[in-house]
């Protein structure tokens, strides 16, 4: 064997590639001076894609299936060569292969919260999270804008950048939506749509697509689920008014029972009537101050009448004049009497006020013995 032969043998025949693992977008397939043989055969599996480089420039894109390498399968590769005719010799060019399968389970999630405008809490701030999955959809394209000259391209290396996108157009549609916060848990679906609707455009200048994206969770901050557990558990619908007055029974240690509170209440002022009835009977004879904070209540009002006699009127007279009087016989239970407020005219011992006038007049005089 000439040793031409034994060089020519040297060059690869066989091109191939296996992915051991999980991860990996783009492999770049090595070999000393990117000498490719004459008629090799090209293995493309299926879920991948071959991209040939040749001298810096895009060439012939493969999809999945077998090709043996000549000018008539190569079109681009010919013409970059100026291959008028076949050829014999090897070439160099470099060989990428892209992994099409879905990329799937990745992780996204809101670094920062998300203010928005509830219209039934106002300005709040939520937090989401979710899966995503993604894929190749244009070898070459995805080759040329995100992986460069990069031999071994995983996808760690282009999630981060995805995750940026995802949550940028969430924030956007979420916003827009006009969703309130307690029906975002019945709606991820509809806004996962959004948001994949929105990602596909600017995921596409890089080749790539987005199969799926699902929301699995939309949360509140701490202290408004705090509070929104609390309104719940009272069985409060949107009435600020209740929910503030429980807070304050709450706050008072009655563990949010406002008949508690009350009872305590009934309680404390049972204790200061039997203080003050107990000083009563300590100290014969002397008032008790009244409790603090309670005024004493407003004097009786005093009336003054007028009498009517032989048709005339006369007055007006206190009640100790009308007691005099009483006294005298100048005013009888017979006698009309009149005070304002009174509905006309009224015979004094009809008035249960005067009434009593004619009870303390002392019996008659004992006969003369």
């Known amino acids: 064997m000439g040793i031409f032969d034994f060089l020519a043998g040297q060059f690869i025949d066989v091109i191939h590639w296996v992915d051991d693992t999980r991860d990996t977008m783009v492999f770049r ?17 299926e879920g991948q894609a071959a991209v040939f480089i040749h001298e810096g420039q895009l060439a012939d894109v493969f999809t999945p299936g077998l090709y ?7 079109p681009i590769m010919t013409s970059l060569q100026h291959w008028d005719h076949g050829f014999n010799s090897p070439f160099k060019s470099e060989i990428y292969f892209v992994n099409t399968n879905r990329f799937t389970d990745l992780k996204w999630g809101t670094k920062n919260p998300i203010m928005l405008r509830d219209p039934e809490f106002g300005p ?9 999955s993604i894929k190749v ?30 949550v940028q157009e969430f924030s956007q549609a979420i916003t827009k939506s006009g969703i309130p916060v307690l029906d975002m848990a019945a709606n991820t679906g509809e806004v996962g749509k959004l948001v994949a609707q929105a990602i596909t455009g600017t995921i596409a200048q890089y080749g790539l697509e987005l199969p799926e994206l699902y929301i699995e ?27 503030m007055k429980y807070k304050a ?16 209440g009934f309680g404390a002022g049972m204790g200061m009537n039997m203080a003050q009835q107990m000083g009563g009977a300590m100290a014969p004879g002397v ?46 239970r017979e006698t009309h009497v009149w005070t304002a407020g009174q509905d006309g005219w009224k015979k004094a011992g009809d008035v249960q006020e005067l009434a009593q006038l004619f009870t303390i007049m002392p019996p008659p005089p004992p006969p003369a013995m």
């Open 287 to 332: 008032q008790a101050a009244p409790a603090a904070g309670m005024a004493p209540p407003p004097p009786p009002v005093e009336h003054v009448w007028h009498l009517a006699v032989n048709g005339q009127t006369t007055g007006p007279f206190s009640k100790a004049d009308l007691g005099r009087m009483a006294s005298s016989g100048e005013l009888t």
């Open 249 to 264: 029974a709450e706050a008072m240690g009655q563990g949010g029972a406002m008949d508690q509170s009350m009872g305590m």
């Open 137 to 166: 959809a244009d070898p070459a394209l995805f080759l040329k804008e995100i992986v460069g000259t990069d031999g071994e391209f995983t996808m760690d290396e282009i999630s981060f950048q995805i995750r940026n996108i995802i």
């Open 217 to 243: 969770n939309i949360s509140l901050p701490p202290e408004v689920e705090k509070a929104l557990d609390t309104r719940t558990s009272r069985g409060i619908t949107g009435n600020l008014d209740d929910h």
């Open 29 to 45: 397939f090595e070999r000393e001076g990117h000498e490719i043989k004459y008629g090799a055969k090209l293995t493309v599996r």
């Open 68 to 74: 043996m390498l000549e000018t008539n399968n190569m």
């Open 124 to 132: 709040t701030r939520i937090r989401a999270f979710g899966t995503y």
